[in-house]
């Protein structure tokens, strides 16, 4: 297999920024399309707000981010950031049919031996791969977010991906400073995110029934875990309407009304309270009360 030295980045949203500066921080020849031409610049701004409010970083050092930022090359043309790319990762929003459309494009467009990743938070690559002509090179990579410090990725194959192509994507992930996960057979939530899922799920049901305060439960988390922040915070910072499609993809799944996500947060997103992103989820930015000090001993 040809190693990676070329990785394309489509979609330069939140994961996207983080993914394409953590890539070209390693080394690697980062080619990045957005459709928006100032999605770039604009999600660097709230990327270094979500470290100062997590009090988190890279993995590389934070005086270093604006050198690697720039080596980034933005393209006005899917076509051309595509060009010479051993690997593609697709950071598109969180919906089945779009991601189908775009891996749709970047098969007839990329290089025929380049491999194509999604970042999906939950739609495995199996319902994607069939729009392709090379299931085999197609996976899921699943980051978190390397710039605050969750420095890890969920790998997992479809029903023909080739033992090589998950290889290289563990050599990938672990040369970019992350732990690469590993999924053995294919599930809905990968390794760690399911983990995720389930303490997420149950912080909703919680929230949305009235029987705590949701602050409570992110004061909880924070002395459980020894973590700067809670579910809910990390539901702020991931956007509302993100976590909202997520749990639909699972929910569409099961079709188990206990993992409907509840009505409340749809609400909350109807209302425009999409998180750190909208200035308001759960909490207020940019000066969220649970960075504040005080705030574990409940003041
Ligand atoms: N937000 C998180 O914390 C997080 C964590 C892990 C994985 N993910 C996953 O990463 C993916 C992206 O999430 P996000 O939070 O970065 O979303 P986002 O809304 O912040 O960014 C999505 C970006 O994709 C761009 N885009 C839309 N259509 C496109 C197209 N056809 N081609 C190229 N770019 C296009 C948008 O302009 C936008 O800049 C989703 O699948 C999500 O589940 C998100």
Same mark, same amino acid.
């Given at each position: ?14 994961l ?75 950071? @598109?929003?969180e *919906? ?14 990329? &290089?025929? %031996? =380049?491999?194509?990743a999604t970042n999906s938070s939950s739609i495995p690559i199996s319902r994607i ?10 996976l899921n990579i699943h980051f978190y ?5 969750m420095?890890m990725a969920d790998i997992m194959g479809g029903?023909?991906t080739?033992?090589?192509?998950l290889?290289?994507a563990r050599?990938?992930v672990?040369?970019?400073?992350c732990v690469p996960l590993m999924v053995q057979k294919e599930t809905l939530g990968f390794c760690f995110n399911s983990i995720w899922r389930a303490v997420k ?36 910072? @991931?956007?509302? *309407?993100?976590?909202?499609?997520i749990?639909?993809i699972y929910?569409?799944s099961?079709?188990? &009304?206990? %993992? =409907? ?39």
């Open positions: 297999m040809k190693p990676i030295k070329n990785v394309c980045v489509v979609g330069l949203g939140t996207g920024t983080q993914i394409a500066i953590q890539a070209a921080a390693y080394g690697y020849n980062v080619d990045a399309y957005d459709p928006k031409p100032d999605a770039f610049a604009t999600m660097q701004t709230k990327v270094k707000a979500a470290m100062q409010m997590t009090r988190k970083g890279p993995t590389f050092p934070m005086a270093l981010w604006d050198a690697h930022a720039a080596k980034v090359r933005l393209h006005s043309s899917l076509a051309a950031a595509l060009l010479t790319a051993d690997l593609v990762v697709e950071v @598109v929003p *919906d089945v049919e779009s991601k189908r459309k775009v891996f749709a494009e970047l098969d007839r467009l990329a &290089p025929i %031996d =380049a491999l194509l791969e069939s729009v392709t002509t090379r299931p085999e090179k197609c977010q390397p710039a605050v410090g420095n029903s023909k080739s033992p090589e192509t290889q290289a050599v990938f672990r040369s970019l400073g799920r149950q912080s909703l049901y919680m929230w949305d029934g009235g029987f705590v305060d949701f602050r409570d439960i992110d004061r909880a988390w924070m002395t459980f875990t020894g973590m700067t922040y809670g579910p809910f915070f990390l539901m702020d910072l @991931v956007g509302l *309407d993100i976590i909202y499609a749990e639909n929910f569409e099961s079709q188990d &009304p206990r %993992d =409907a996500p509840p009505a409340s947060l749809k609400q909350k997103i109807a209302r425009g309270e999409l998180g750190v992103k909208a200035g308001i989820g759960f909490y207020k930015y940019p000066d969220p009360e649970c960075t504040r000090e005080g705030f574990l001993l409940g003041a």
